[in-house]
């Protein structure tokens, strides 16, 4: 009987955790991790807003004159409104990384939607007045309900790189360097506006701030163009579509993200 049991829940973590996890993380289907065509990049940051160095972010972009996506906690959109308010008006993506930074894991899928992710777009919405529908689950892991229940509605974005920027003892130069190392056309960048998630360094965006300053001096004459993940999966399609009618094919969806790229 106790051989049974553990079996059984040896099945429920397979299917309920890592199958998803392979099916998003690994394989990309379901989730939009990078661009295969398309010759833009996207920069992204989660766990904001943060009144100390989403500010100096937002400057830095503007300077640049940059968009980028924000997947912020519906809790701190609530603290800092002002902040999304600022986001959206200066043309920023603003996407979902749940009311608070828990791991889908440890939830029940329906909490997951109401709880976490339909009350953080309801936050986003009633200050900006529009809805987001991208989202990223903290660590990039969801259940298996998740992808029943969320792929109707919101397109699930991971990243292709992926710096660590938020560890202990932040390495502004370790950091540019992994960043410069691994960056190529149709990358998605996943960095961090706010340190205070659980295994964070507080001071860590303060060194991520620090090496994005070279990072965007240097791309420049690469001739990288920085958009949203919006407009990296919009200019992803017209790649594929544009090689399929040369080819003579006219697919109805995109190469590993059909179900994300319709609502």
Known sequence: MHKLMLSFIFLIVVFYM???????RIFGVWAFKKAKHAKQIAFTFDDGPNPLYTPQLLDLLHKHGIKATFF?????AEQYPDLIKRMYKEGHQIGIHNYRHVANWMMTPVRVRNKQVDRTADIIEQ???ERPHYYRPPWGCVNLGDLLLLRKTY???????????WKPGGDAGK????LMKNLKPGS?????????????DLDA???MLEALREVLQEIK??????VRVDQLMEAEQAQVGTSAEHKGNYPDEMESQDAISSH
Request: aromatic residues 10%.
């Open 18 to 24: 890592i199958v998803p996890y392979c099916i998003t």
């Open 72 to 76: 912020v906690l519906g809790s701190k």
């Open 127 to 129: 200050i900006t007045g």
């Open 155 to 165: 397109r699930i974005i991971l990243w292709s790189i992926m710096a660590w920027d």
């Open 175 to 178: 950091l540019k360097q992994i």
């Open 188 to 200: 998605i960048i996943l960095l961090h506006d706010s340190g205070d998630t659980p295994g964070a």
């Open 205 to 207: 965006p303060e060194f």
């Open 221 to 226: 004459p690469l001739g990288y163009e920085c």
